[in-house]
């Protein structure tokens, strides 16, 4: 097999340019596991340089061309190739419950949902690093006060130190997507426990944002607050003002409140 065609309804981009790969690669800094799980890996031209690293790599594609691809041009990758739904598959029949790190060229349809399903796995995975579309991995980065700055920004900087790293062009891959790339790293926080309840903050966050341009005295509306609480100075906000600490500090007086 010479190839793999990208297929369109699987968000397929085949990055061709062997340097970025490499930048991608590097962003890891290998501390704290020795595991290495790639999702989405197409024709590996990013698994090459991972396997030159100290680490097992693993790879996980849903895409069957690909996994045929890899499996006769990448001899290393024996036994290390998950043909699973990431979304879906229990990653623990792998690593069970090992740490390891995440990294990838996104398929961007799915980006997010990867994000979110990283971050139920975010006491195994001290790294990720990857490839997004570029105004999702700044939405992921961004800070407060702005109008990229959402639900994605707040829950993963809870337990998260995000940094967008580099731009990519779109004439780096095959096809060409119609929109830049993005490069981002995430490094767990030594302390990542939240000092309240997590499902509330969740709930907090994200109702605070379905409703983004109210205050939080009005977005909140669902929560049944007291009429008291509803008086302290802070739901005179919305949403975009408060960073993660204001967040976690907002749920602990809904917490107190009796939700």
Not at 1 to 9: L, N, P, S, Y
Not at 35 to 48: A, F, H, Q, W
Not at 103 to 128: A, H, K
């Amino acid at each position: 097999m010479e190839k793999v065609t990208a297929k369109k309804h699987l968000g397929q981009h085949f990055l061709k340019d062997e340097s970025i790969a490499k930048d991608i690669a590097d962003t890891l800094n290998l501390e704290g596991y020795d595991d290495v799980l790639e999702i989405g890996p197409g024709m590996g031209v990013l698994t090459k340089y991972l396997l030159d690293k100290p680490v097992n790599t693993y790879v996980i594609e849903i895409d069957t061309e690909s996994v045929t691809y890899l499996d006769q041009n990448y001899p290393k990758l024996k036994d290390r190739i998950i043909s699973k739904d990431f979304l879906k598959y229990n990653i623990n029949d792998i690593f069970e419950g090992k740490q390891f790190a995440i990294i990838g060229n996104f398929p961007y349809n799915i980006s997010t949902q990867i994000v979110f399903r990283t971050l139920e796995y975010r006491d195994q995975i001290p790294e990720f690093a990857g490839m997004f579309q570029k105004e999702v991995a700044q939405r992921i980065c961004e800070k407060k006060g702005t109008k990229a700055y959402g639900i994605l920004s707040v829950l993963v900087q809870a337990f998260y130190d995000a940094e967008y790293l580099f731009t990519v062009d779109e004439n780096v891959f095959i096809p060409p997507p119609k929109v830049k790339s993005g490069v981002l790293r995430l490094r767990r926080k030594k302390d990542y426990s939240l000092p309240c309840g997590e499902k509330l903050f969740f709930t907090v966050v994200k109702t605070a944002f379905q409703q983004r341009r109210k205050t939080l005295r009005n977005s909140l509306k669902t929560l049944n607050l007291s009429d008291s609480l509803r008086e302290d100075e802070i739901f005179n906000l919305r949403p975009e003002q408060l960073n993660v600490e204001q967040f976690i500090a907002l749920t602990q007086k809904i917490e107190a409140d009796g939700v």
